[in-house]
């Protein structure tokens, strides 16, 4: 097999190793006589699959004691309404950082339960940058602070979390999660699709501080939609195969060194691409240089034309899925954890000579 | 390889050949040098996929035009509150027809949104039948009639729909979704979660009327909860990797001759075990004859301790996840379309000489 290099923003790259790893568990698991797809959710050999990923995820990201982990479905976007479906009420009042068409899309649903106050917006510049915490202007009780860690669109990401004077915060990390350490003493809830950096579509991982979702509000809210109804047992039949394949991810993540090694490879990856595009002007970064984030890099040409003759001949080399979200156009590339050094320097050397032919 | 023989009932077996087939689309989808897990859900490949597998649904249920597909996330159970959320209002009545544990859950999802009338309920005499039409009290005007064609705990199922004089039904079809052919015309919803008949867990397939979908309400539904945000584009990421399995499982339904194939197949395994169970005291169908599902078959031994005994020796022939329902005990075996009638025969087998030497 020929691995191309795959820069798609999600469903995105996922370790070989753990590919092959999938495929067996897919035919046969554990010399079971069947499929990991054909076990019940009740089964042992589920259950220790479930409680082993959640170990992981205790683990990488120092949870401690303190916290819930769920295996959901619905994607990050249902987090957009399942979160304040718990924790705001019609009197109350949440802050939304926004930051680009994820904090908007998860604004448009924190509506409909209570109010929502925007401490800050990177609107009036197409959403080139992040704010710093002296920019932030909280409002004066609210019951938390969402923010989206990093912007797969715009190509934004916060250095580190937003401070919120104690409040917890509840962040969508759909597309930096488990990319680099965080505190995880500053969150109420961290939501993501695990389409990035965890794993295949199809499974959403939810993480919540117990004595955040002490705060719940349980009256009238569907039973699936509580987020307590899944924090003791498995409520209803999950995505068992993708979990599984989260959970070998997961695993993956340990062996490299967990989340510090990821840190700084991340970071390496990103300073080759930012390094190229900072050389001269016919590359340009699309958003301010502190807010850069190391996921997805967006960038532009110098005309649509050549971003488009850029992304013809990126194929030809086997760079794949560079084209920037249809929202915003451009190039972004997108370099998850699985997205090997190799890929950047290949995309790299791609640029520096499609730039001495067309520069 | 060596296969078990599987009857769980869910997440349960899938047809051998579709496994095999979908661990090489695992590791590299069509030469593309990625894994379909690794793709865009806005990829024309995963488009195809997408389109692909609606069409086969429209086919094999001889839907026409008449419907939308939509492939969600969130399980069967997610469907308990959207159904009601976006079709059931404060002052409106629906009736749900109350077959079991599972119309229970949808009945006390509904609750939360309007009126919820049981036009009949099975639940004193321990859920062992499904009604005839003539036993249903509908009420006046009811926005739609709940039902659960197969009852997967209680090892129920409809023979054929319920009589709803036009009334639009919705149908909990999770364990028996493409065991036979239905009469589309008669529903407003059909759903189903993917992992007992259509793949594996992690999809859940709901088809709805157009016409009925024009009487949903969206007023204060969470984007994500109403169905029209996925009737006209893939709303959000999709549980790629999963509707690519039931696609591989589709195809499959259709090389063996389509939804009249395996009616029969079905009904002649579920008839060689209901044969035996009914040999002699034995063993005891735990429903009432005329009820009794082709999926699921639930049956009693003389006492506890020997269906524990049966369970044990069972595994030692292969045999597994015979286990009745935690809720109601007793032994359970569900044959599946994917289930083959060889593993039934040697269930009966087995039951034949556990009988002989334990009767
Ligand atoms: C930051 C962010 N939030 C939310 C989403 C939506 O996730 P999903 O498609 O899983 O609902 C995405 C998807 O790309 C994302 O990048
Ligand atoms: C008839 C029926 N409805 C609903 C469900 C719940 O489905 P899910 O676990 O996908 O939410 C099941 C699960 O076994 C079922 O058998
Ligand atoms: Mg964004
Ligand atoms: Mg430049
Ligand atoms: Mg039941
Ligand atoms: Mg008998």
Not at 24 to 53: C, F, T, V, W
């Amino acid at each position: 097999m020929n691995r191309v290099h795959n820069f798609s923003a999600g469903p995105a790259i996922l370790p070989v190793e753990v590919l092959k790893k999938a495929t067996e568990g897919l035919l046969e698991y554990k010399n079971k006589g069947r499929s990991i797809a054909e076990m019940s959710h009740r089964s042992p050999e589920y259950e220790a699959i479930d409680q082993q990923a959640k170990s992981r995820l205790t683990e990488l990201l120092g949870l401690g004691d303190d916290f819930k982990i769920m295996f959901l479905q619905g994607g990050a976007s249902s987090q957009f309404m399942m979160a304040p479906y718990n924790f705001l009420r019609e009197d109350q009042t949440a802050d939304y950082i926004d930051t680009g068409r994820w904090s908007n899309k998860a604004i448009k649903e924190a509506k409909l339960f209570g109010n929502v106050h925007r401490p800050y917006s990177s609107s009036d510049s197409g959403y080139d940058r992040v704010p710093e915490n002296h920019e932030l202007d909280l409002s004066d009780d609210p019951v938390y602070v969402h923010f989206t860690s990093n912007n797969t669109v715009a190509g934004t990401q916060f250095p580190s979390e937003p401070e919120t004077d104690g409040v917890p915060l509840v962040c969508d990390a759909s597309s930096d999660f488990l990319s680099r350490p965080i505190d995880a003493s500053r969150y109420g809830i961290i939501y993501a699709g695990a389409q990035k950096n965890v794993g295949p579509a199809g499974v959403t991982i939810v993480i919540i501080r117990k004595d955040f979702l002490n705060r719940a509000n349980t009256e009238n809210v569907p039973t699936i939609l509580q987020y307590q109804t899944h924090t003791e047992k498995i409520f209803n039949t999950p995505p068992a195969f993708n979990v599984y394949m989260v959970n070998l991810v997961l695993g993956w993540i340990q062996d490299k060194g967990g989340l510090a090694h990821f840190k700084q490879y991340n970071e390496e990856k990103a300073g080759l691409l930012y390094d190229e595009i900072d050389k001269d002007d016919f590359y340009r970064g699309a958003v301010e240089k502190d807010s850069r984030s190391i996921m997805n890099a967006t960038f532009r040409l110098p005309s649509e034309e050549l971003e488009q003759q850029f992304l013809e001949e990126a194929e030809e080399h086997d760079l794949y899925t560079l084209k920037g979200h249809r929202s915003v156009g451009g190039i972004r590339a997108s370099m998850y954890n699985a997205c090997p050094r190799e890929s950047v320097e290949t995309l790299v050397n791609f640029m520096d000579d499609f730039r001495a032919q067309n520069g």
